[in-house]
């Protein structure tokens, strides 16, 4: 699980806990299922079970794979729309294509993130490349649902491309975790992605024992799903594995350890964390559609259907088949 790797020693630390710091208990714990997307490539839904109001700005999260393709298994998406929200994908191994009908598009590959907003509608694509599905591979990511406000629902659609380099690479106050901030701030260090919607999106690497304690605004939510590995987290020490998402309650800091002993194919915690400003709006979601009403979202599927979310390009973008 490359990502993005530097030597913690070297980088600037994030200030440990002080007295007049509230730790945010654990409100929940949950283990997403299994499932697929796209043309079929595996997942895990992180966010099932959790209720709207916990999760709120977030909609949605998928952890895609992690998976070592065999030739010519590799699978992506084909164009399909979106309204109302932003797309964010973040890659950890593997590399993947992205297109949409307003211009927006590249290369994503390890610790790369393309940030999409959807608002008022687009179409796009995202698949493995021809090399990529040809000789087969690792392949793991994560792709993040955020939701807009009503204002900002129609919104004219926006890409960003967020090299694995631009992230802003901290360290613990004990060294023994790495944080890329990606977007939000952490601590007074800030990452590069800019958002309609307030938030903080971090991933995070925890050597076996560590202590990752960070400071959290107050007025946000507070997601840490554990991409792989075991560790506690909270004051109160609650168990989490690979697959498990941990709801934070209120508070001003969050904390989470690693165990001790680590799996000899997971040499530590892997952490993606998360939280925002809650939107605080009626939500109505159906397939790729984020609005705040049922209404807006048959309008959503009428304007798919008349074209009116945008035109896939000449010489678009296509999944790789194998066939000529």
Do not use: C
């Amino acid at each position: 699980m490359p990502a993005v790797t530097a030597d913690t020693l070297a980088l600037p630390r994030i200030a440990a806990a002080s007295l007049g710091d509230t730790e945010r208990p654990v409100k929940q714990v949950s283990t997403g299922p299994r499932g697929f997307e796209g043309d079929g490539f595996p997942v895990v839904r992180a966010f099932a079970g959790v209720s709207m109001a916990d999760l709120d700005p977030f909609v949605h999260m998928d952890q895609m794979g992690e998976v070592e393709y065999a030739p010519m298994e590799p699978k992506g998406t084909s164009w399909h729309p979106h309204r109302g929200f932003e797309t964010v994908t973040y890659m950890i191994d593997g590399t993947f294509q992205h297109q949409d009908s307003h211009g927006g598009g590249g290369v994503i590959n390890n610790g790369a993130t393309q940030w999409m907003t959807a608002g008022a509608g687009i179409l796009h694509i995202e698949t493995p490349p021809e090399e990529l599905v040809v000789s087969g591979g690792l392949f793991h990511g994560l792709q993040l649902w955020v939701n807009l406000p009503a204002k900002d629902k129609f919104a004219a659609p926006r890409y960003q491309a967020i090299e694995g380099g631009d992230a802003a690479l901290v360290s613990s106050a004990d060294g023994g975790a790495l944080v890329r901030i990606i977007a939000g701030s952490i601590g007074g260090y800030a990452g590069p992605g800019s958002t309609h919607t307030p938030i903080t999106v971090a991933h995070s690497t925890v050597q076996p024992g560590a202590q990752l304690s960070l400071p959290w605004n107050p007025d946000y939510n507070a997601l840490v799903y554990v991409l792989s590995g075991n560790g506690l987290v909270g004051a109160e020490g609650r168990p989490v594995h690979g697959g498990q998402l941990a709801v934070f309650g209120t508070g001003d800091r969050i904390t989470v350890r690693a165990a001790d002993a680590q799996d000899s194919n997971r040499p530590a915690l892997e952490l993606f964390i998360l939280g925002g400003q809650p939107i605080r709006e009626p939500v109505a979601h159906y397939g790729p559609f984020v609005m705040n009403t049922k209404e807006e979202l048959v309008q959503a599927i009428e304007d798919y259907q008349a074209g009116r979310l945008g035109v896939i390009p000449e010489n678009a973008l296509m999944p790789h088949t194998g066939v000529n």
